[in-house]
């Protein structure tokens, strides 16, 4: 395996860890305005991710990163072909950021709830625009002989990758309820169970549709074992969660998460860029890859930083695993 091939699984993997880390706390996000009730609810919420959230977001930070250094011509041909989508995806990154810091900062009724409705909209959209950006990085953009996308805003508004924004969204907040079954207690834990499964047949039928579509179109039989797989854990989280077993179907729907992004790579390889104009025109791992000097280079990196950054996460988590529930709230931290 050449070192391009090397850096397009290791991009693929940190997108994964990205959506399987942020995509629970983007769910949470969304889930403070369609799961709690009153303030201290939502205070319970956002405490469950508070610990981790900001860490989440080094993964995004990580694969952005490394698809620059290692993909150069990818990097400048996604990031001026998508630049409203993506400028709309950091921006929301950055209030969603404040907000967290920002709404207990003063207890006033509106300062707070002008806060609440950033973390719902910031944590939303995203979740949407990455199916939408990652929908078309798969489908297959205007890209022209000088590795230029030369379409439009409206071009990236397709049926195609607006079905995968839409199921970014669902998945991530079904992802996000099991989490918050998992880490909450009394009732708000079992109003996140009942949340969870609605969400995750609409979530079921969404999948079926997305990754269906995508198989038929550009799917092999890897892809299609990677799809079968998603299906699966994503049927056994519903099944885990009716059951109350809820540490199970957070890590099934980890798995889906992690088995669907894996069949959209599977999809795309060689390519990284698909061009919809000219299939000889498409960036592959091979001419939009830096030179194997620097890929030597940064894979002892790779190497050496990621063990370090999995351990200290891990850690993370680990000191923060207990449950919370309104009682460890108290009204002057509102």
Known sequence: MELHDVWFVLIAVLWTGYFF?????????????????????????????????DGNEVWLLSAGGATFAAFPEWYATLFSGFYLPLLLILLCLIVRGVAFEYRVKRTGERWQTNWEHAIFWTSLLPAFLWGVAFGNIVRGVKIDADMEYVGTLADLLNPYALLGGLLTLTLFTFHGAVFAGLKTLGDIR??????????????????????????????????????????????????????????????????????????????????????????????TVTNASSTPYTLKIMTWCAGIAMPVVL????????????????????????
């Open 190 to 283: 079992e109003r996140a169970r009942r949340t969870a499964l609605g969400l995750g047949a609409v979530t079921a039928v969404l999948a079926v549709a997305f990754l269906g579509w995508t198989q038929a179109d550009s799917g092999d039989t890897a892809s299609l074992v990677a799809m079968g797989a998603a299906v699966v854990a994503l049927v056994a989280a519903i099944g885990f969660t009716a059951a109350g077993r809820e540490g199970w179907a957070f890590a099934l729907s980890g798995v889906t998460i992690v088995a669907a992004v894996a069949m959209l790579f599977l999809t795309l390889f060689p390519n990284v860029m698909p061009s919809s104009l000219n299939d000889a025109w498409s960036l």
């Open 21 to 53: 880390l942020e995509g629970f706390d983007f769910g949470i996000g969304v889930l403070t305005k369609l799961l709690a009730r009153d303030r201290k609810e939502k205070r319970v919420l956002i405490n469950t991710i508070g610990p981790v959230w």
């Open 311 to 334: 351990l200290y996460q891990g850690w993370t988590y680990w000191v923060f695993r207990k449950r919370i529930g309104t009682q460890h709230i108290a009204d002057a931290h509102l």
